[in-house]
């Protein structure tokens, strides 16, 4: 379920977490090849990205739930 990034935080290692629309979490880390978000790494990158929709994965199980 896509989700609007809203804020962001660190987490405890310092890596940037977004901060979904539902009230989920979801880290957001720059790690290429795998992760591909140079963007994550700069305020204004950050900033151009808020309002972006991520798959939330922890909704789309909670979904997943609900049908059953």
Known sequence: MLQAII????DDEQHWVAELACGHNQHVRHRPPWENRGWVTSTRGRKSMLGYQLTCQLCEFDMVDKLK
């Open 7 to 10: 804020n962001y935080h660190k």
